[in-house]
């Protein structure tokens, strides 16, 4: 049994009817980080939060949570030690402390805890003096961050938040965040968040892992485009493109680049990489702790850069740059 693992998944599967929604041989995902799951609507994401949180157990397989093996019978008891918050959370008809304090009064947590609780994780999402209000009368915003209250007074071991920056506006989005570092920098909680935004997700997390059909692909999803393998099978083309493969012996319709693993620079550079591309940049725009960059040369790309660096090249829309990857940098699925 692996050390450090949060989860250990071993050839589980979902499915709903006869439809195979989730097929798992093999997953750790480590304890003590921050983890994202991403993917496209209908990829598995939710399917596998609710695995994770023990709300629907595996058609086959096993899981392990903080290396003991989880029995169907003792599923509530591992349930108790992992919060969830909903893509589209329910809140009830009443106030917003009654409403985090729910929670606490079905576990049978004391009074004064209770409400030392409750206010406290209040004060983290932004929403003190907030305790009196209607919850239906809350913005949307306010009611995502209530929700996520209401989970982060239970204290759990883990986080798992599905979709948390939907619907939120850009105050809600960057307290969100900031709660997510807080929780795993100060207490060591593991939090998994599922989103269909990529680019954000690996700006924000220490681990992404991609769901494609249902299945774990190694790629990260962010620059995915659909080809084929030229007959020598060194490159790669799509409609508008052709990406150096090296000896790869991979195969697949679907590439992808890690974001991250793009240089941008002004000028062409002289190194190792052998695929550079020129392209345009057509967007910039700010990721959680990092800078989103799109160059348009001739498929869209993604690039994910530092601020800092973002600063040093004095980049604005309009500018001819140069994208330079290494064909590691390269995965097929």
């Known amino acids: 049994m692996t050390e450090g693992a949060a989860y250990i998944l071993e050839d589980v599967t979902f499915a709903y009817g006869e439809r195979v929604a989730l097929e798992v041989p093999r997953l750790e995902i480590p304890r003590g980080k921050v983890t994202a799951i991403v993917g496209a609507n209908g990829a598995g994401k939710t399917t596998l939060l609710h695995l994770l949180g023990f709300i629907e157990p595996p058609r086959t397989g096993r899981i ?45 947590v004391p009074v004064k805890e209770r409400r030392e609780r409750a206010m406290r994780a209040l004060e983290q999402v932004g929403l003190s003096g907030f305790e009196r209000r209607a919850a239906p009368a809350l913005s949307g915003g306010e009611s995502k961050r209530l929700a996520l209250a ?13 979709e948390p920056m939907s619907h939120m506006d850009r105050e809600s989005a960057g307290r969100t965040e900031q709660v997510i570092r807080e929780l795993n920098r100060e207490r060591g909680v593991s939090v998994l968040l599922a989103s269909p935004d990529i680019l954000w997700a690996q700006a924000l997390t220490d681990n992404v892992l991609s769901l494609h059909d249902g299945k774990i692909v190694p790629a990260s999803l962010a620059n995915v485009f659909r080809g084929r393998i030229t007959d020598a099978g060194r490159s790669f083309e ?57 160059v348009d040369a001739g498929e869209r790309f993604h690039v994910l850069i530092t601020k800092k660096s973002l600063e040093t090249f004095d980049l604005r829309l309009g500018d001819e740059v140069c994208l330079s990857f290494k064909s590691t940098a390269v995965k097929l699925f």
């Open 64 to 108: 392990t949570f903080f290396d003991k093996d989880v029995a169907p019978e003792e599923a509530l008891d591992f349930r108790r030690r992992v919060g969830l918050l909903l893509q589209d959370p329910y809140l009830f008809h009443t106030s917003v402390l009654a409403n985090v304090e729910w929670g606490l009064k079905l576990r049978r």
């Open 238 to 294: 799509t409609a508008k493109i052709s990406i150096y493969l090296g000896d790869t012996e991979a195969a697949g319709t679907h590439l992808a680049i890690d974001p991250s693993a793009i240089v941008l620079s002004k000028e062409p550079l002289t190194s190792s990489m052998r695929n550079t591309l020129h392209g345009r940049v057509v967007a910039i725009s700010e990721e959680a702790a990092k800078v989103r960059v799109e």
């Open 150 to 162: 209401r989970v982060l007074a239970l204290e759990t071991d883990v986080l798992l938040l599905d």
